[in-house]
Protein backbone atom coordinates (compact mmCIF):
# COMPACT_ATOMS: atom_id res chain seq x y z
CA UNK A 1 0.00 0.00 0.00
CA UNK A 2 1.33 3.50 -0.45
CA UNK A 3 2.20 5.81 1.68
CA UNK A 4 -0.46 9.21 1.93
CA UNK A 5 1.85 11.86 1.61
CA UNK A 6 -0.93 13.91 2.33
CA UNK A 7 -1.41 12.69 5.91
CA UNK A 8 0.01 12.89 8.97
CA UNK A 9 -1.37 11.37 12.19
CA UNK A 10 -0.68 12.51 15.92
CA UNK A 11 -2.45 10.67 18.79
CA UNK A 12 -2.16 11.84 22.29
CA UNK A 13 -1.27 9.55 24.94
CA UNK A 14 0.82 11.61 27.23
CA UNK A 15 -2.45 11.86 30.09
CA UNK A 16 -1.68 10.83 33.78
CA UNK A 17 -5.20 9.02 33.29
CA UNK A 18 -5.89 9.70 37.08
CA UNK A 19 -9.48 8.44 36.76
CA UNK A 20 -8.06 4.83 36.11
CA UNK A 21 -6.32 5.10 39.71
CA UNK A 22 -3.51 2.79 38.05
CA UNK A 23 0.14 3.00 38.36
CA UNK A 24 0.21 1.88 34.54
CA UNK A 25 -0.09 4.91 32.03
CA UNK A 26 -3.97 4.75 30.65
CA UNK A 27 -3.31 3.83 27.10
CA UNK A 28 -1.50 0.61 28.08
CA UNK A 29 -4.44 -0.91 29.94
CA UNK A 30 -5.70 -4.18 27.67
CA UNK A 31 -8.30 -4.53 26.05
CA UNK A 32 -9.07 -8.39 24.74
CA UNK A 33 -4.95 -8.71 25.84
CA UNK A 34 -4.17 -5.96 23.65
CA UNK A 35 -3.00 -2.47 24.63
CA UNK A 36 -5.83 -0.12 23.82
CA UNK A 37 -2.96 2.04 21.97
CA UNK A 38 -2.14 -1.22 19.94
CA UNK A 39 -5.50 -1.32 18.71
CA UNK A 40 -5.35 2.38 17.41
CA UNK A 41 -2.40 2.07 15.94
CA UNK A 42 -3.37 -0.29 14.11
CA UNK A 43 -5.93 1.78 12.39
CA UNK A 44 -3.43 4.28 11.66
CA UNK A 45 -1.01 2.05 10.42
CA UNK A 46 -3.69 1.04 7.92
CA UNK A 47 -4.07 4.74 6.56
CA UNK A 48 -0.73 4.75 5.44
CA UNK A 49 0.57 8.21 6.89
CA UNK A 50 3.77 9.75 5.59
CA UNK A 51 4.42 11.34 9.07
CA UNK A 52 2.69 9.25 12.48
CA UNK A 53 3.81 10.65 15.78
CA UNK A 54 2.75 9.88 18.92
CA UNK A 55 2.76 11.70 22.17
CA UNK A 56 3.27 10.48 25.60
CA UNK A 57 4.93 11.73 28.52
CA UNK A 58 8.64 11.04 30.12
CA UNK A 59 8.86 7.91 31.88
CA UNK A 60 5.78 5.95 30.17
CA UNK A 61 8.32 3.55 28.87
CA UNK A 62 5.56 1.01 28.36
CA UNK A 63 4.25 3.38 26.11
CA UNK A 64 7.46 3.66 23.96
CA UNK A 65 8.24 0.34 23.89
CA UNK A 66 4.38 0.02 22.24
CA UNK A 67 4.83 2.34 19.71
CA UNK A 68 8.04 1.42 18.28
CA UNK A 69 9.38 2.01 15.51
CA UNK A 70 6.88 4.65 14.78
CA UNK A 71 8.10 8.62 15.98
CA UNK A 72 7.53 8.76 20.20
CA UNK A 73 8.03 12.76 21.28
CA UNK A 74 7.64 13.69 25.18
CA UNK A 75 4.87 15.80 26.53
CA UNK A 76 7.15 17.50 29.56
CA UNK A 77 4.22 18.72 31.80
CA UNK A 78 0.50 17.05 31.31
CA UNK A 79 -1.24 20.68 30.70
CA UNK A 80 -3.81 19.49 28.68
CA UNK A 81 -4.54 18.21 24.73
CA UNK A 82 -3.90 21.64 23.28
CA UNK A 83 -0.52 21.70 24.63
CA UNK A 84 0.43 18.36 24.49
CA UNK A 85 0.42 18.56 20.52
CA UNK A 86 2.92 21.20 20.67
CA UNK A 87 6.08 18.49 21.08
CA UNK A 88 5.12 16.86 17.60
CA UNK A 89 4.78 20.00 15.56
CA UNK A 90 8.35 20.72 15.47
CA UNK A 91 8.48 17.32 13.36
CA UNK A 92 5.80 18.99 10.80
CA UNK A 93 7.23 21.76 9.99
CA UNK A 94 7.68 20.91 6.27
CA UNK A 95 4.55 19.23 6.23
CA UNK A 96 2.24 20.67 3.82
CA UNK A 97 -1.02 18.37 4.25
CA UNK A 98 -3.46 17.32 6.72
CA UNK A 99 -2.86 16.35 10.43
CA UNK A 100 -5.43 14.17 11.81
CA UNK A 101 -5.42 14.08 15.31
CA UNK A 102 -6.18 11.19 17.46
CA UNK A 103 -7.12 10.70 21.12
CA UNK A 104 -4.90 7.80 22.82
CA UNK A 105 -7.93 6.78 25.27
CA UNK A 106 -10.54 6.36 21.76
CA UNK A 107 -8.98 2.77 20.56
CA UNK A 108 -12.20 2.08 18.54
CA UNK A 109 -12.08 4.97 16.39
CA UNK A 110 -14.64 4.49 13.14
CA UNK A 111 -12.19 4.42 10.16
CA UNK A 112 -14.74 4.87 7.64
CA UNK A 113 -15.75 8.53 8.95
CA UNK A 114 -12.12 9.18 9.64
CA UNK A 115 -11.19 8.47 6.01
CA UNK A 116 -14.61 11.10 4.98
CA UNK A 117 -12.40 13.70 7.70
CA UNK A 118 -9.68 12.96 5.91
CA UNK A 119 -10.97 13.61 2.33
CA UNK A 120 -12.95 17.36 4.21
CA UNK A 121 -10.60 20.64 2.84
CA UNK A 122 -11.33 22.54 6.45
CA UNK A 123 -11.55 21.59 10.01
CA UNK A 124 -13.50 18.40 10.22
CA UNK A 125 -14.18 17.65 13.88
CA UNK A 126 -15.55 13.83 15.45
CA UNK A 127 -18.66 14.09 17.20
CA UNK A 128 -21.33 11.44 18.82
CA UNK A 129 -24.79 11.95 19.81
CA UNK A 130 -25.32 9.92 23.58
CA UNK A 131 -28.46 9.82 26.00
CA UNK A 132 -26.19 10.44 28.46
CA UNK A 133 -22.90 12.30 27.23
CA UNK A 134 -21.38 12.50 30.69
CA UNK A 135 -17.83 13.34 30.72
CA UNK A 136 -17.84 14.82 26.74
CA UNK A 137 -17.12 17.88 25.43
CA UNK A 138 -20.85 19.53 24.05
CA UNK A 139 -20.75 20.80 20.68
CA UNK A 140 -22.10 24.60 20.00
CA UNK A 141 -23.26 24.72 16.35
CA UNK A 142 -24.27 27.65 13.92
CA UNK A 143 -27.05 28.15 12.00
CA UNK A 144 -25.86 26.08 9.19
CA UNK A 145 -24.72 23.43 11.21
CA UNK A 146 -21.02 23.71 11.72
CA UNK A 147 -19.05 23.58 14.85
CA UNK A 148 -18.68 26.99 16.66
CA UNK A 149 -17.41 26.01 19.80
CA UNK A 150 -16.53 22.98 21.93
CA UNK A 151 -17.55 23.75 25.35
CA UNK A 152 -15.98 21.16 28.22
CA UNK A 153 -18.73 19.33 30.50
CA UNK A 154 -16.67 21.81 33.48
CA UNK A 155 -17.37 24.92 31.84
CA UNK A 156 -20.75 24.24 30.45
CA UNK A 157 -23.97 25.63 32.17
CA UNK A 158 -26.79 23.78 33.54
CA UNK A 159 -28.78 24.39 29.93
CA UNK A 160 -25.39 23.73 27.54
CA UNK A 161 -25.00 20.69 29.91
CA UNK A 162 -28.49 19.44 28.15
CA UNK A 163 -26.98 18.94 24.73
CA UNK A 164 -26.40 15.45 23.34
CA UNK A 165 -24.02 16.00 20.81
CA UNK A 166 -20.73 15.19 22.68
CA UNK A 167 -17.29 15.89 21.32
CA UNK A 168 -15.52 12.58 20.45
CA UNK A 169 -12.45 14.73 20.03
CA UNK A 170 -10.55 13.56 16.97
CA UNK A 171 -9.93 16.19 14.37
CA UNK A 172 -8.48 16.60 10.88
CA UNK A 173 -6.79 19.84 10.09
CA UNK A 174 -4.96 21.85 7.53
CA UNK A 175 -1.08 21.52 8.14
CA UNK A 176 0.02 25.20 7.40
CA UNK A 177 -2.46 26.99 10.41
CA UNK A 178 -2.14 24.25 12.79
CA UNK A 179 0.89 25.70 14.88
CA UNK A 180 -0.60 29.11 14.63
CA UNK A 181 -4.26 28.01 16.24
CA UNK A 182 -2.20 25.95 18.81
CA UNK A 183 -0.22 29.07 19.25
CA UNK A 184 -3.47 30.69 19.87
CA UNK A 185 -4.82 28.33 23.13
CA UNK A 186 -5.30 29.77 26.50
CA UNK A 187 -5.83 27.90 29.76
CA UNK A 188 -8.58 30.32 30.73
CA UNK A 189 -10.91 27.93 32.12
CA UNK A 190 -12.29 25.75 35.02
CA UNK A 191 -9.44 23.11 34.79
CA UNK A 192 -6.75 25.83 33.55
CA UNK A 193 -5.85 23.32 31.05
CA UNK A 194 -5.21 24.15 27.46
CA UNK A 195 -7.89 22.76 25.89
CA UNK A 196 -7.25 21.63 22.11
CA UNK A 197 -11.13 21.67 22.21
CA UNK A 198 -10.58 25.68 21.47
CA UNK A 199 -9.62 25.24 17.70
CA UNK A 200 -13.09 25.49 16.00
CA UNK A 201 -13.11 29.07 17.97
CA UNK A 202 -9.59 30.01 17.15
CA UNK A 203 -10.34 29.08 13.75
CA UNK A 204 -13.18 30.51 12.81
CA UNK A 205 -11.39 34.13 13.39
CA UNK A 206 -9.47 33.27 10.33
CA UNK A 207 -12.62 32.44 8.29
CA UNK A 208 -12.31 28.88 8.67
CA UNK A 209 -15.38 27.11 9.58
CA UNK A 210 -15.05 23.20 11.30
CA UNK A 211 -17.44 20.99 9.70
CA UNK A 212 -18.85 18.09 12.05
CA UNK A 213 -18.68 14.20 11.52
CA UNK A 214 -20.93 12.20 13.31
CA UNK A 215 -20.09 8.33 14.34
CA UNK A 216 -22.32 5.94 15.64
CA UNK A 217 -21.68 4.76 19.47
CA UNK A 218 -19.38 1.99 19.40
CA UNK A 219 -16.39 3.80 18.23
CA UNK A 220 -16.82 7.00 19.67
CA UNK A 221 -16.63 6.75 23.21
CA UNK A 222 -13.13 7.42 25.34
CA UNK A 223 -12.10 5.43 27.91
CA UNK A 224 -11.52 7.24 31.05
CA UNK A 225 -12.34 5.05 33.59
CA UNK A 226 -12.41 1.47 34.68
CA UNK A 227 -16.19 0.76 33.30
CA UNK A 228 -15.69 2.40 30.43
CA UNK A 229 -13.01 0.17 30.22
CA UNK A 230 -14.89 -2.90 30.93
CA UNK A 231 -17.54 -1.33 28.33
CA UNK A 232 -15.16 -1.54 25.91
CA UNK A 233 -13.89 -5.50 26.10
CA UNK A 234 -17.44 -6.26 26.80
CA UNK A 235 -17.64 -5.02 22.61
CA UNK A 236 -14.80 -6.12 21.59
CA UNK A 237 -15.47 -9.68 23.36
CA UNK A 238 -18.74 -8.79 20.88
CA UNK A 239 -17.01 -8.74 17.62
CA UNK A 240 -14.16 -11.18 17.83
CA UNK A 241 -17.10 -13.75 18.85
CA UNK A 242 -18.90 -13.45 16.17
CA UNK A 243 -16.01 -13.26 13.74
CA UNK A 244 -14.92 -16.36 15.00
CA UNK A 245 -18.66 -17.84 14.85
CA UNK A 246 -18.85 -17.08 11.12
CA UNK A 247 -15.66 -18.27 10.07
CA UNK A 248 -16.48 -22.06 11.50
CA UNK A 249 -16.54 -22.10 15.21
CA UNK A 250 -19.36 -23.40 17.48
CA UNK A 251 -19.65 -21.69 20.40
CA UNK A 252 -22.37 -23.31 22.74
CA UNK A 253 -22.43 -19.85 25.16
CA UNK A 254 -20.50 -17.42 23.38
CA UNK A 255 -20.99 -15.07 26.37
CA UNK A 256 -18.88 -17.07 28.64
CA UNK A 257 -15.92 -17.65 26.02
CA UNK A 258 -13.24 -14.80 25.93
CA UNK A 259 -10.62 -13.99 23.64
CA UNK A 260 -8.22 -12.06 22.31
CA UNK A 261 -7.64 -9.54 19.63
CA UNK A 262 -4.96 -11.93 17.79
CA UNK A 263 -6.91 -15.46 18.80
CA UNK A 264 -6.66 -17.46 15.34
CA UNK A 265 -9.28 -20.23 13.85
CA UNK A 266 -9.31 -22.73 11.91
CA UNK A 267 -12.90 -24.28 11.13
CA UNK A 268 -15.34 -26.79 13.29
CA UNK A 269 -13.94 -26.17 16.09
CA UNK A 270 -16.24 -26.29 19.13
CA UNK A 271 -15.96 -24.31 22.29
CA UNK A 272 -17.74 -25.43 25.62
CA UNK A 273 -19.01 -22.79 28.10
CA UNK A 274 -16.41 -20.63 30.13
CA UNK A 275 -13.27 -20.49 28.27
CA UNK A 276 -10.82 -18.05 28.09
CA UNK A 277 -8.05 -17.86 25.32
CA UNK A 278 -5.25 -15.51 26.21
CA UNK A 279 -2.85 -13.81 23.18
CA UNK A 280 -0.60 -15.89 21.13
CA UNK A 281 -3.29 -18.47 20.43
CA UNK A 282 -4.01 -20.61 17.37
CA UNK A 283 -6.54 -23.32 17.14
CA UNK A 284 -6.58 -25.80 13.94
CA UNK A 285 -9.78 -27.21 12.69
CA UNK A 286 -11.70 -29.61 14.41
CA UNK A 287 -10.72 -29.12 17.88
CA UNK A 288 -13.08 -29.57 20.73
CA UNK A 289 -12.30 -27.51 23.66
CA UNK A 290 -14.25 -28.49 26.98
CA UNK A 291 -15.40 -26.19 29.87
CA UNK A 292 -13.33 -24.52 31.89
CA UNK A 293 -10.47 -24.54 30.20
CA UNK A 294 -7.68 -21.60 30.22
CA UNK A 295 -5.33 -21.31 26.88
CA UNK A 296 -2.21 -19.24 26.57
CA UNK A 297 0.75 -18.81 23.73
CA UNK A 298 -0.24 -21.96 22.48
CA UNK A 299 -0.95 -24.20 19.60
CA UNK A 300 -3.75 -26.57 19.37
CA UNK A 301 -2.91 -28.17 16.41
CA UNK A 302 -5.85 -30.36 14.12
CA UNK A 303 -8.24 -32.37 15.95
CA UNK A 304 -6.94 -32.42 18.98
CA UNK A 305 -9.11 -32.21 22.22
CA UNK A 306 -8.75 -29.98 25.52
CA UNK A 307 -10.17 -30.29 28.70
CA UNK A 308 -12.82 -29.78 30.52
CA UNK A 309 -10.59 -27.59 32.99
CA UNK A 310 -7.01 -27.92 31.23
CA UNK A 311 -4.79 -24.99 31.56
CA UNK A 312 -2.19 -24.83 28.57
CA UNK A 313 0.44 -22.54 28.99
CA UNK A 314 2.76 -20.24 26.58
CA UNK A 315 4.81 -22.04 24.36
CA UNK A 316 3.10 -24.95 24.54
CA UNK A 317 2.01 -27.08 21.40
CA UNK A 318 -0.16 -29.98 21.65
CA UNK A 319 -0.18 -32.08 18.34
CA UNK A 320 -2.50 -33.44 16.44
CA UNK A 321 -5.32 -35.37 17.68
CA UNK A 322 -3.49 -35.16 20.95
CA UNK A 323 -5.53 -35.15 24.35
CA UNK A 324 -5.46 -32.99 27.36
CA UNK A 325 -8.16 -34.01 30.03
CA UNK A 326 -9.05 -32.45 33.02
CA UNK A 327 -6.74 -30.55 35.43
CA UNK A 328 -3.56 -31.16 33.14
CA UNK A 329 -1.18 -28.57 33.22
CA UNK A 330 0.87 -27.97 30.30
CA UNK A 331 3.46 -25.58 30.61
CA UNK A 332 6.42 -24.82 27.34
CA UNK A 333 6.00 -28.21 26.40
CA UNK A 334 5.13 -29.93 22.81
CA UNK A 335 2.81 -33.31 23.18
CA UNK A 336 2.53 -34.49 19.86
CA UNK A 337 0.24 -36.30 17.54
CA UNK A 338 -1.70 -38.81 19.07
CA UNK A 339 0.00 -37.88 22.49
CA UNK A 340 -2.35 -38.41 25.91
CA UNK A 341 -2.54 -36.50 28.94
CA UNK A 342 -6.26 -36.97 30.36
CA UNK A 343 -6.18 -36.83 34.26
CA UNK A 344 -4.33 -34.39 36.68
CA UNK A 345 -0.43 -33.54 35.33
CA UNK A 346 1.93 -30.99 35.70
CA UNK A 347 3.93 -31.11 31.88
CA UNK A 348 6.59 -28.69 32.23
CA UNK A 349 9.79 -28.25 29.76
CA UNK A 350 8.82 -31.62 28.26
CA UNK A 351 8.71 -32.89 24.44
CA UNK A 352 6.55 -35.88 24.64
CA UNK A 353 6.33 -37.86 21.11
CA UNK A 354 3.48 -39.29 19.52
CA UNK A 355 0.77 -41.65 21.16
CA UNK A 356 2.57 -41.54 23.85
CA UNK A 357 0.30 -42.18 27.17
CA UNK A 358 0.45 -40.29 30.45
CA UNK A 359 -0.68 -41.87 33.24
CA UNK A 360 -2.94 -39.59 35.60
CA UNK A 361 -1.09 -38.06 38.17
CA UNK A 362 1.72 -38.05 36.28
CA UNK A 363 4.25 -35.04 37.17
CA UNK A 364 6.93 -33.53 35.68
CA UNK A 365 9.65 -31.92 38.48
CA UNK A 366 11.28 -30.03 35.73
CA UNK A 367 12.55 -26.89 38.66
CA UNK A 368 14.95 -27.53 41.17
CA UNK A 369 14.40 -24.22 42.76
CA UNK A 370 16.98 -22.48 40.50
CA UNK A 371 17.02 -23.89 37.59
CA UNK A 372 14.44 -25.39 35.12
CA UNK A 373 15.38 -28.59 33.23
CA UNK A 374 13.80 -30.43 30.15
CA UNK A 375 12.76 -34.26 29.43
CA UNK A 376 12.30 -35.64 26.87
CA UNK A 377 9.93 -38.33 26.17
CA UNK A 378 9.96 -40.80 22.85
CA UNK A 379 6.80 -42.34 20.80
CA UNK A 380 4.45 -44.80 22.17
CA UNK A 381 6.09 -44.36 25.88
CA UNK A 382 3.46 -45.71 28.57
CA UNK A 383 4.25 -43.55 32.28
CA UNK A 384 2.32 -45.23 34.58
CA UNK A 385 -0.06 -43.23 37.51
CA UNK A 386 1.63 -41.00 39.83
CA UNK A 387 5.25 -41.12 38.64
CA UNK A 388 7.69 -37.98 38.98
CA UNK A 389 9.79 -37.54 36.31
CA UNK A 390 12.77 -35.48 37.53
CA UNK A 391 14.16 -33.58 34.86
CA UNK A 392 16.44 -33.73 33.13
CA UNK A 393 15.37 -36.61 31.85
CA UNK A 394 15.39 -38.81 28.43
CA UNK A 395 13.24 -41.38 27.87
CA UNK A 396 13.82 -43.32 24.80
CA UNK A 397 10.78 -44.62 21.90
CA UNK A 398 8.61 -47.62 23.72
CA UNK A 399 9.67 -47.19 26.89
CA UNK A 400 7.35 -48.03 29.98
CA UNK A 401 7.09 -46.66 33.37
CA UNK A 402 5.84 -48.66 36.26
CA UNK A 403 2.64 -46.62 38.09
CA UNK A 404 4.26 -44.79 41.46
CA UNK A 405 7.86 -44.58 40.21
CA UNK A 406 10.58 -42.24 40.68
CA UNK A 407 12.24 -41.57 37.32
CA UNK A 408 15.40 -39.32 37.63
CA UNK A 409 17.67 -41.75 34.93
CA UNK A 410 17.11 -41.84 31.07
CA UNK A 411 15.45 -45.25 29.88
CA UNK A 412 16.24 -46.45 26.90
CA UNK A 413 14.11 -47.90 24.05
CA UNK A 414 11.92 -50.23 24.62
CA UNK A 415 12.81 -51.01 28.49
CA UNK A 416 10.75 -50.83 31.67
CA UNK A 417 12.00 -48.51 34.20
CA UNK A 418 10.15 -49.40 37.84
CA UNK A 419 11.24 -46.83 40.12
CA UNK A 420 9.57 -47.29 43.76
CA UNK A 421 10.26 -49.16 46.33
CA UNK A 422 9.17 -52.99 46.34
CA UNK A 423 6.19 -53.65 48.53
CA UNK A 424 6.18 -56.08 51.32
CA UNK A 425 3.23 -58.34 53.18
CA UNK A 426 2.57 -59.89 56.13
CA UNK A 427 0.16 -61.96 56.72
CA UNK A 428 -1.58 -61.69 59.93
CA UNK A 429 0.25 -58.35 61.29
CA UNK A 430 -2.94 -56.22 60.54
CA UNK A 431 -5.24 -57.83 62.91
CA UNK A 432 -2.29 -57.76 65.62
CA UNK A 433 -1.54 -54.22 64.96
CA UNK A 434 -6.23 -53.21 65.67
CA UNK A 435 -5.61 -55.37 68.91
CA UNK A 436 -2.63 -53.29 70.26
CA UNK A 437 -4.36 -50.11 69.26
CA UNK A 438 -7.54 -51.01 70.92
CA UNK A 439 -6.09 -52.01 73.94
CA UNK A 440 -3.80 -48.72 73.89
CA UNK A 441 -7.05 -46.78 73.53
CA UNK A 442 -9.50 -48.85 76.17
CA UNK A 443 -6.39 -47.79 78.77
CA UNK A 444 -6.72 -44.53 78.07
CA UNK A 445 -10.10 -43.96 78.53
CA UNK A 446 -10.34 -45.75 81.89
C1 LIG B 1 -11.34 14.98 25.83
C2 LIG B 1 -11.94 16.28 25.26
C3 LIG B 1 -13.46 16.22 25.36
C4 LIG B 1 -13.97 14.99 24.62
C5 LIG B 1 -13.29 13.72 25.16
C6 LIG B 1 -13.67 12.53 24.29
C7 LIG B 1 -10.31 18.09 25.67
C8 LIG B 1 -9.98 19.25 26.51
N1 LIG B 1 -11.44 17.42 25.98
O1 LIG B 1 -11.71 14.95 27.20
O2 LIG B 1 -14.02 17.38 24.76
O3 LIG B 1 -15.37 14.92 24.74
O4 LIG B 1 -11.86 13.87 25.13
O5 LIG B 1 -12.99 11.39 24.67
O6 LIG B 1 -9.59 17.80 24.74
N2 LIG B 1 -3.59 13.89 26.90
C9 LIG B 1 -2.26 14.23 26.73
N3 LIG B 1 -1.76 15.27 27.48
C10 LIG B 1 -2.49 15.98 28.37
C11 LIG B 1 -3.87 15.61 28.51
C12 LIG B 1 -4.38 14.57 27.78
O7 LIG B 1 -1.56 13.63 25.94
O8 LIG B 1 -1.97 16.91 28.97
C13 LIG B 1 -4.12 12.74 26.12
C14 LIG B 1 -4.59 11.60 27.02
O9 LIG B 1 -3.56 10.66 27.19
C15 LIG B 1 -5.77 11.03 26.25
C16 LIG B 1 -6.27 12.20 25.41
O10 LIG B 1 -5.26 13.18 25.41
O11 LIG B 1 -5.37 9.98 25.39
C17 LIG B 1 -7.57 12.80 25.98
O12 LIG B 1 -7.33 13.23 27.31
P1 LIG B 1 -8.41 13.02 28.46
O13 LIG B 1 -7.85 13.58 29.70
O14 LIG B 1 -8.89 11.66 28.46
O15 LIG B 1 -9.56 14.00 27.95
P2 LIG B 1 -11.11 13.87 28.24
O16 LIG B 1 -11.40 14.38 29.59
O17 LIG B 1 -11.57 12.52 27.92
MG1 LIG C 1 -10.57 10.77 27.59
Not at 80 to 101: C, M, N, Q, S, W
Not at 247 to 266: A, R
Not at 281 to 294: G, K, M, P
Amino acid sequence: MTENSNLAIIILAAGKGSRMKSGLPKVMHKIAGRPMLGWLIETCESLNPTKFIVVTAPGMDEVVDAVSPHLVVFQKEQNGTGDAVKPALEHLKDFKGRVLILMGDEPFVNLTVIQDMIKYDGIAAMAVTLDDPAGLGRLMLDGDGYLKSIIEEKDCTAEQLKIKQGNAANYCIPADKLSNWVEQITNDNAQNEYYLTDLPQIAAKDGIKTKVFNVDIEGSWGINNREQLAAHEKLAQQKLRQKAMQQGVTMMDPESVTLSWDTEFGQDIIIEPNVYLGPWTSIEDNVVIHAFSYIEGAIIEEGAEIGPYARIRPKSVIGQGASVGNFIEVNRSHLKAGAKAKHVSYLGDATIGEKTNIGAGTIIANYDGFFKHETHIGKNVFVGSNSTIISPVDIDDGAIIAAGSNINKNITENAMAIGRSKQENHPGWATQYRNIKSEQKKREED
